[in-house]
């Protein structure tokens, strides 16, 4: 992915945050700077995760913040919309926030429950012929260590929101955590996010602790390992290099689905594929030249998406393959096993061709001989 800068934009009624330098993988944010999303943090704690990334804990929107990309009508029937379904929409975890209003009752109630990609299904069903599309991003993160885990433990953060491309820009609206995004290009892009081209602003005023702090998805976008795109396009997160003496694990390793379902929109407990096609990349350092085994090892559950067979193909890079192994059988994998012979770096990447999801619960990988 390359790393794009922009010029500072100035427009009447929109400010865009100007370019800001680019973060080396090497500074990739950890925990004793970027607190983990949970236990939730009071709101000085949250300004300065928000201006860690260099932004600003978002400003409660209005219409003419959106003058400057749409027309007046647009623009509020894009609020309005938005503050609909991030008030009444029921989750498949969480109750709506209050009770519907007579003329939408029918339809909130009929409602399947979801996550964030179901609520934002709903905005575009709500905008009529002004469909536009679910956009996806995935950040990932680098978690405090714990005792089950040897060595780093990293996380992907995701989310899925609505995006409307308008005249002379393009909005984002997310009913999950309640925000609008707002940029001059014609599309979101991992460049608008990287090169800061966007101003994030709160749906409503009386936004949530908890909401502000799982909207600093929008500033994580930014980081170079982070990857966008619309639904149905493939997502390509990146890891940074991970350094291998003799052996490493990282993930969580607690054996459980339930924080699939537990944060709306966010499967930030643990690494690996998402919903939508995939690409991951995990990068691997060597001490030494020699074959080595990457153990993926696989979360279980009963989850439907944990349920749904694996559809996924392996490859590597930098090194010579020697083979894969799916434990205990193809058809119910618990365990991925790369084996792989190595100088000095690995590139190992899975690709998830469809919906068939799983959670990566933690990698170990191992010499096995010297060369």
């Known amino acids: 992915m390359v790393l794009l800068l922009v010029a500072m934009t100035a427009v009447a009624g929109v400010a865009i945050q100007g370019a800001r330098a680019g973060i080396p993988p090497k500074q990739f944010p950890i925990a004793d700077?970027?607190?983990?999303?949970?236990?939730?943090?009071?709101?000085?704690?949250?300004?300065?995760?928000?201006?860690?990334?260099?932004?600003?804990?978002?400003?409660?929107?209005?219409v003419r913040d959106l003058l400057a990309v749409t027309d007046e009508a647009t623009a509020q029937n894009l609020l309005k919309v938005g503050r609909l379904v991030y008030r009444h929409y029921i989750f498949s975890n969480s109750p709506a926030r209050a009770p519907s209003p007579p003329e939408y009752a029918e339809f909130f109630e009929s409602a399947v429950p979801g996550a964030c990609d179901s609520a934002s299904a709903m905005v575009r069903l709500l905008m009529g012929e002004k469909a536009g599309y679910n956009f996806n991003l995935i950040a990932p993160r680098e978690s405090a260590p714990i005792a089950e885990v040897d060595g780093p433990n990293y996380g992907f953060w995701g989310h899925t929101s609505a995006e409307f491309p308008v005249q002379n820009g393009s909005v984002l609206i997310d009913p999950t955590y309640g925000f609008v995004l707002v940029t001059t290009a014609s599309r979101f892009s991992d460049e608008v996010f990287r090169?800061?081209?966007?101003?994030?602003?709160?749906?409503?005023?009386?936004?949530?602790?908890?909401?502000?702090?799982?909207?600093?998805?929008?500033?994580?976008?930014?980081?170079?390992?982070?990857?966008?795109a619309r639904?149905?396009?493939?997502?390509?997160?990146?890891?940074?290099?991970?350094?291998?003496?003799?052996?490493?694990?990282?993930?969580?390793?607690?054996?459980?689905?339930?924080?699939?379902?537990?944060?709306?929109?966010?499967?930030?407990?643990h690494i690996g594929y998402w919903y939508e096609p995939t690409i991951s990349h995990w990068q691997f350092s060597v001490a030494q030249p020699g074959r080595y085994k990457a153990i993926y090892r696989?979360?279980?559950?009963?989850?439907?998406?944990?349920?749904?067979?694996?559809?996924?193909?392996v490859s590597v890079e930098g090194a010579r393959k020697i083979g894969v192994t799916y434990l205990p059988d193809a058809e119910n994998p618990r365990a991925i096993i790369v084996t792989f012979d190595a100088e000095r770096r690995a590139t190992i990447s899975f690709r998830s061709n469809s919906v068939s999801a799983r959670q990566i619960d933690s990698i170990k990988v191992k010499a096995t001989r010297s060369l």
């Open 33 to 62: 700077t970027i607190a983990a999303d949970d236990p939730l943090r009071s709101i000085e704690e949250i300004g300065d995760d928000y201006r860690s990334f260099g932004a600003d804990l978002p400003d409660p929107i209005n």
């Open 231 to 269: 639904s149905g396009e493939v997502i390509q997160p990146m890891f940074p290099t991970i350094a291998v003496d003799g052996a490493i694990r990282i993930g969580r390793r607690d054996g459980s689905s339930d924080d699939l379902l537990y944060t709306m929109g966010g499967w930030g407990d």
């Open 298 to 313: 696989l979360l279980a559950g009963e989850n439907v998406v944990l349920q749904t067979p694996l559809d996924i193909g």
């Open 195 to 228: 090169t800061r081209n966007y101003r994030q602003f709160a749906l409503v005023s009386d936004v949530s602790h908890y909401d502000l702090q799982h909207g600093l998805i929008y500033p994580r976008a930014g980081l170079p390992t982070a990857s966008t």
